[in-house]
């Protein structure tokens, strides 16, 4: 990244607003290609005080010079708002992100995927059973193992939730650890771990990457 990354971002993405580009972009329908004030370096230094951890770079200089969330890939990115003192992330599974761990390095590897196939083959078909009672009751007790697997909490330690891509897929920024700055796709809702976002040559995908790219493919609908 270099010092120009984020110039005139904040104004391509307003500009999309008012231009016949926007109207098919994913997700435009509810972020609306606005974006929150930015944040002053006063605010952003507060919030990695209380969080433990020193932003991405690309992701804290687009804080500082684009805005604090708002428009952006999917339904936008997540954005960081200081609510009675405390800040937090906001946006459908924020929560999933544990704001007390984020100084711990994320864990590449996920669950073992051995245990994870073998929960999978023992999951509970509703057509096994006569009465939905039954079925119920058996894939309740089926959950309360997998989710201690699949969502674990140091699975996510380290990260954000930065975005929502609908049906319970979302993505994650890496602010902890080698991926940092990097971001990670969350498919769990599929049964699948979290894996790497990667372009079409394989290579890791930073938030300004991810961000522009977006920008960019936006701006080519005009």
Partial sequence: MTDQTWVGVRERVRA???????????????????????????????????????????????????????????????????IQGRWRWEGDGADLADLSRLAEPFPRQGPDPEQVRALLEERPEEEDFEEIED?????????ERWEPVMFAPDRTVGAVVISHLGCAARQWLIVSGPEQGRIWSDNRVDDEDL????????EPVTFARWYLRWLDESERRS
Avoid: M
């Fill in 16 to 82: 999309l607003g008012t231009s016949p580009a926007g109207v098919g972009v994913f997700g435009s329908h509810g972020h609306r290609f606005a974006l929150d004030e930015p944040l002053t370096p006063g605010e952003v230094a507060d919030l990695e005080a209380q969080t433990g951890v020193a932003l991405p770079e690309e992701y804290r200089e687009f804080l500082l010079q684009v805005g604090a969330g708002g428009a952006g890939p999917a339904h936008g990115v997540f954005p960081v708002r200081r």
């Fill in 135 to 143: 079925f119920d009751d058996a894939i309740e007790s089926w959950d």
């Fill in 195 to 202: 894996t790497p976002l990667v372009d079409e040559r394989g």
